[in-house]
């Protein structure tokens, strides 16, 4: 395993204006979070590797950057489009963690995640007002390549006959489309969005409609080839697959439960709606199986269990969303209230001395 996961870190190249956007991202970083003196040949060593014009072997030293400036690299998790450590984030943090994406279907997993992260990325921005045409497009560039990536394995994982794994990861991929296109409408209808970014918003939305259209052609052939499995392996898959989606019902169930106070009244409604028909599927499925319609009962079960993610995935992202303006609205508060007090405090002062 670790020959192949280093066969993989030579394949990760970079491009010279991604290196200096890099670069320059951790320089200002440091810059604003000066380390203490123990710490300084620490820092340099880690400018050293930023030396790209001398750096052969690009790959190997920067997994090594990443665990010398681990400060960075977790700065860089929160960074959005636009941000110095956003490209620490997508060319660092990301690739390292692909290393140890293996299987097919783990690729396919992993590149889901990372275009639905492109996503929320998209809707944080929106939701501040910041999602201008130069970020929208580099939304829109790397959630393509996202989901191109996570097409091409799911259809690897088609053609060689592993149609539950295919099945499985055309689900986590559907829900996670549809559910952050349910997201960025809720966006482009609130009164809070100013015009211009409601026209990126919806040209992401036009990307992401693409993709749930490729995604459903894709899901309706592997469906058919499912359905006609009436064997005693699909028993098996389709009763433990049934006994998988109740369990992530009722972890959903209480998982909205515990968000209610957050998110809005309208969402939850909606997200509960999706748990309710999730759990009628099951209910059909289990019919099927009395039926002993085995594969049919699985498509029922891997749709419930579609229909429970997107569940998650709309509250969560706008949890997430109504977390970051509160602490934004806190933070200009804060800023106002003690700007506030400076002026009194000079006011106070200039009548003090008579001034």
Known sequence: MTNKIFKEIYKIKLEGSEKARIKMGIVN???RNQAPNRYQSHRSNILTLFKFNQIKNM???LALAILLSGGTSVAAQSSLPGDPLYPVKINFNEEVRSWFAISKKAKANFNTELAAARLE???????????DAKTAAEVKANFKARTDAANRFIIELKTDGDTQAAAEALADLGSALEAHA????QL???GATKAEIKQKVEEIRTEIRK???????????VKIKISADNSADMQTAVENKIAS?????EGVSAFIEAKEENVEASVIANANAKLDAASALIIQAEADIAAKDY???FVKAQEAMKMAQEAKLIVATNNKIELKLRTEMNKGDENRASASFDAKTRTNIKLDLGL
Do not use: C, R, T, Y
Not at 182 to 185: D, I, K, R, S, T
Not at 245 to 249: A, D, G, P, R, T
């Open 211 to 221: 993709e749930i259209n490729a995604n459903n052609s894709v899901n309706a052939d």
């Open 182 to 185: 349910q997201v960025l409408a």
């Open 121 to 131: 990325e998209a809707s944080q921005l929106a939701a501040e007002n910041k999602l």
């Open 188 to 190: 482009s209808a609130s």
């Open 29 to 31: 970083f440091m810059v």
């Open 245 to 249: 989606v109740e369990n992530k019902i």
């Open 295 to 297: 594969g049919k009962a």
């Open 59 to 61: 790959p190997i030293l």
